[in-house]
């Protein structure tokens, strides 16, 4: 019989009454009796008899128990524990209210009076009962798949195996996951009983039901023998355990031994296991003496029912129950981490980033997120050393206070960059390794484009790095071509639909976008939402006017004016301006478009920005993609696409968690460039670091180029979708960087560096510090946020270079400065920055922001152009200004703004160096990303898809086809 069938067969759910004065009520899946109605009953209450098949049934010769009105025994024992469970559920739910401890049954052929107790027991004491019925010969395959779906229910805490003997199989028993094992009979929570460490694992039911009756049958056991006659399966280990453990000497035998008369007559207590028709004389008991059988099936008589072990293994298993929700209640709140850090052992001279990261080991990455306080339904591995974190850990950690949240930004950097994503993890690697402080780094996920042409990779370098960095910077667990797809979907879509609106009738479009199904037309949910943005207050197809049909099906695109791109991650200069549509099948519908970087696209910015599935999906919706005809703004939602982009973005909002190669923890999440985006790795996973770091702890997040570029944003922008505020700012700083804006010749990637910046140059080190360091500084005191300075020290950099650069940093305005060598140390080269952090994020933030969103988008504009570049003024193009009145006609001025600006400069031309003054900020355009919910002006010549140079990194990239190798990443 099909499962499908047997689940029909159970019925609905009916709800019965807990005891009065019970807080919650039991509930159970109701199954009609399936075997004939004089069956065998048998016992499933804790362990397997000595075949490891079956859950022994016991009688007792002790006297017949007396019940009361409601069936359930006066025995002193059977009070006792119900008593006690009773109590512990309910201070249980005094201290969470509204939790409610379920036991779910799974049960296969007929319905046995031993079952019933277990319900009645369950509803006595207050617990919820689920109750799943399968057929009598159902496959072990059906067992584990009923058993895998309670795993990972977390509103079950408790699973009873109400099964035939043959279907307990070892496979079965280990499937089921220990903590929700409340029968104590996987093989994980027998071993905990033998090594006695029931912290985590449960007593079986039944060995509990043994124990007390030896105990109430002579308070005094110690040295007192028990005899085990029969006992090989793991009701007997537990047993034996247990007895031992209570001061009683075990002696075990079996039924076919020759010394059996004697061992019963010399025993203090007989535990009898599947002796069947066999029996044990009166006369070999010695007087006094307590006689248990543990039988495998027993007849359903009235002498069944009315002994009390049943009842005493139900209440047991009822306390297992509730034992395993308090265990799930505490795991649900903030766990202490301990964290075990990797130790380095730094060579001089440092080796390639590569050699370095693959001279260590990175730990399991279920070892890390265990450390760490991640439970284990909360992590979604891939491979062995990353995994994603499923985002319901806000919601279990809603409650936790935030730790620290400091930001690493930089000087204005050099076209070879400064070290920021170094500073960021060589930070965090001493904040965690070295000074025990909880720390999470949360970094960008870096693009193909520059991994491939010029910077290369991001993941650190030297000693302080992400591990393993070749999974780092390459695909990682998929996001950006997730993204990739998303965009690309939306490009096809338009096209697609403006072919299909140019060549077909209102009519023809309507048949087709509302096809008829079985004879009937129906809306879609999308469908249904685009009429009511429409006006049309209409569910069925056949009321729509042809006037409303007509509105309805025809979004029509001005090809002029669409705004969305299609993506690719590779730098290709070639793929800025395209002609799509050019092969006859498209009936002349081509028109000029072009391709971005992936990670330029407005679905990533969402990405970052995004703080939860659902406002993920409702920015996707939101994505305008270009203008209509008439002028109104036409949307992802209006094509009908935005539902397909949540599912294919539904796995890539999940942070991934990674490490630093001192074992502390790294969030990897979205990659928007800084210099044409807003430059920051996700909300999501800052939310989340901060909730597992503790009021105590810190999370070091970093932004792209200079405080100018990724440092406003992260304040405008991001600040603003998170409600996050900041503690503290790192400032990166070089020596290098220093000259360059000192009065240095340029820098170039690819050529080597001029003697000024290998010798020592005092009076560029000071020019730079006293212009472009102190602008930056002055840029993060706009903001109110304490500004700690960070030196990336080279190995040309000498002491009375360094001294300077910290000597003129606090002048200007810092907290602190100091030089770190990660590089060459690891976090041990960070000590001192950390400490200063420390200091610094302790103090009173007075952060604010920049503007009021409210203020005319060209006021704020001119304002970050004024206050952050230092210009004089700003100039918009006729086109520019055209765009900022549309975007105020459609109701979008109340953005923030989010500047598309060279990087390699604080004005728009990447030539002047320091701190430019005199120049009048050139704004091309201006562009809307709704969905993301900021606006773009592009300055001066900016580009959003970058080329290739002359010689780009992939000509040292190569893998060894023997062992699978990757060489030439940095």
């Not at 001192?662 to 800052?686: C, K, M, Q, Y």
């Not at 459609?890 to 030539?911: E, F, N, R, V, W």
């Amino acid at each position: 019989m099909k499962l499908s069938m047997i689940r029909s067969a159970c019925g609905s759910l009916r709800i019965h009454p807990a005891r009065s004065g019970s807080r919650v009520s039991g509930f159970t899946r109701r199954c009609p009796p399936v075997g004939p109605a004089n069956s065998r009953m048998i016992l499933r209450t804790a362990s397997a008899t000595s075949s490891g098949g079956t859950n022994p049934r016991l009688s007792v010769n002790f006297e017949k128990l007396s019940q009361n009105e409601d069936g359930f025994e006066c025995d002193s024992s059977l009070r006792e524990v119900v008593q006690s469970t009773k109590e512990a559920m309910l201070a249980l739910q005094r201290r969470n209210p509204g939790i409610q401890p379920l036991l779910a049954i799974i049960q296969a052929g007929e319905v046995d009076s031993l079952l019933e107790i277990n319900k009645k027991m369950a509803v006595r004491i207050g617990l919820n009962i689920t109750q799943i019925c399968l057929a009598k010969e159902c496959s072990e395959d059906d067992i584990v798949e009923e058993v895998l779906k309670l795993n990972e229910d977390p509103r079950v805490h408790g699973v009873y195996l109400h099964l035939p003997p043959a279907s307990l199989t070892t496979r079965v028993l280990n499937t089921l996951k220990p903590e929700k094992d409340v029968d104590g009979i996987s093989d994980l929570n027998i071993g905990r009983l033998v090594r006695g460490d029931l912290s985590k694992g449960f007593v079986p039911p039944i060995a509990s039901a043994v124990l007390d009756l030896l105990e109430k049958h002579d308070a005094s056991l110690e040295m007192k023998t028990v005899l085990l006659v029969g006992g090989e399966g793991p009701l007997g280990v537990s047993l034996q355990c247990l007895i031992e453990r209570s001061g009683m000497v075990v002696l075990k035998s079996h039924w076919s031994s020759n010394n059996l008369q004697r061992q019963v007559m010399q025993a203090d207590a007989v535990v009898l296991f599947g002796a069947g028709n066999m029996e044990v004389p009166p006369a070999w008991v010695k007087p006094g003496a307590a006689l248990i059988r543990c039988e495998p099936t027993l007849e359903t008589d009235e002498h069944a029912i009315q002994t009390g072990i049943g009842y005493l293994t139900a209440a047991y298993r009822t306390e297992n129950v509730v034992r395993s929700c308090s265990r799930w209640v505490q795991e649900q709140q903030y766990q202490p981490w301990h964290l075990h850090s990797l130790k380095l052992q730094p060579l001089t001279p440092v080796p390639s980033d590569i050699a370095i990261s693959r001279a260590q080991t990175p730990k399991p990455v279920d070892q890390l997120a265990e450390e760490i306080g991640l439970l284990p339904e909360e992590l979604e591995a891939y491979g062995r050393s990353k995994a994603k974190v499923r985002l319901s850990l806000l919601d279990r950690l809603h409650k936790q206070p935030d730790g620290k949240y400091v930001l690493v930004a930089g000087i204005t950097p050099t076209p070879l960059g400064e070290g920021k994503s170094t500073v960021t993890i060589g930070l965090v690697q001493a904040l965690s390794a070295h000074l025990q402080l909880n720390s999470f780094a949360c970094l960008r996920q870096p693009s193909q484009g520059p991994t491939f042409g010029v910077k290369g990779g991001a993941a650190g370098g030297g000693y302080a790095q992400v591990i393993p960095m070749e999974e780092f910077n390459l695909h990682l667990t998929g996001d950006i071509h997730a993204i990739t797809a998303a965009n690309n979907l939306v490009a096809a879509a338009i096209d697609a639909r403006m072919l299909h609106e140019a060549t077909q009738t209102d009519k023809a479009l309507f048949n087709r976008l509302v096809p008829s199904v079985n004879g009937a037309r129906r809306f879609s949910p999308i469908q249904i939402s685009r009429l009511r943005r429409l006006g049309i207050n209409k569910i069925d197809p056949a009321s729509l006017s042809p006037e409303e049909i007509s509105t309805f099906v025809r979004l029509d695109l001005d090809p002029s004016k669409i705004t969305w791109q299609r993506v690719l991650d590779t730098n290709d200069r070639f793929l800025r301006k395209i002609t799509v549509g050019q092969a006859s099948t498209e009936k002349g519908q081509a028109r000029e478009t072009g391709f971005d970087i992936a990670v330029a696209s407005e679905i990533m910015a969402i990405l970052a920005l995004a703080d939860s599935l659902m406002d993920m999906k409702n920015r996707l919706a939101r994505m305008v993609v270009g203008t209509s005809r008439s002028g109104q703004p036409i949307t992802a939602e209006d094509l009908g696409v935005s539902g397909a982009l949540a599912v294919l973005m539904k796995d890539a909002i999940k942070p991934t968690l990674m490490q630093t190669l001192e074992g502390t923890p790294v969030f990897v999440h979205a990659g928007p460039f800084a210099n044409i985006a807003h430059g920051n790795s996700s909300v999501l996973a800052d939310k989340l670091a901060l909730k597992l770091v503790g009021r105590d702890g810190f999370v070091v997040t970093e932004a792209g180029f200079g405080a100018d570029i990724g440092m406003e944003k992260f304040f405008n922008i991001k600040c603003r979708a998170s409600g996050l505020r900041p503690n503290a700012v790192v400032l990166v700083a070089t020596v290098r960087a220093l000259k360059m804006h000192g009065g240095g010749p340029n820098v170039s990637a690819g050529a080597p560096l001029p003697k000024e910046y290998i010798d020592e140059n005092l009076s560029l080190v000071a020019g730079g510090c006293r212009s472009n360091l102190r602008k930056q500084i002055q840029i993060a005191h706009l903001f109110g946020v304490p500004v700690v300075v960070a030196l990336n020290v080279f190995k040309t950099d000498t002491q009375a270079e360094i001294d300077l650069v910290c000597e003129i940093a606090k002048e200007c305005g810092a907290s602190e400065a100091v030089p770190c060598h990660h590089w060459a140390q690891g976090g041990r080269g960070s000590i001192q920055l950390a400490k200063a952090v420390h200091e610094a994020a302790s103090r009173t933030s007075d952060f604010q922001f920049l503007y009021n969103t409210e203020m005319p988008i060209v006021e704020k504009i001119r304002t970050i152009a004024q206050k952050v570049y230092g210009a004089d003024d700003i100039e918009l193009t006729p086109e520019a200004k055209a765009k900022i009145d549309y975007y105020n006609q459609q109701g979008y001025g109340s953005l923030p703004i989010c500047m598309a600006k060279t990087h390699l400069s604080l004005s728009h031309m990447p030539d002047k160096k320091g701190v430019p003054t005199g120049f009048v900020l050139p704004i091309r355009d201006v562009r809307a990303s709704i969905g993301a919910g900021f606006i773009y002006p592009l300055v001066g010549t900016m580009s959003t898809m970058p080329g290739l140079p002359t010689r780009p990194c992939f000509y040292d990239i190569d893998l060894d086809p023997v062992t699978e190798e990757i060489t030439g990443l940095f």
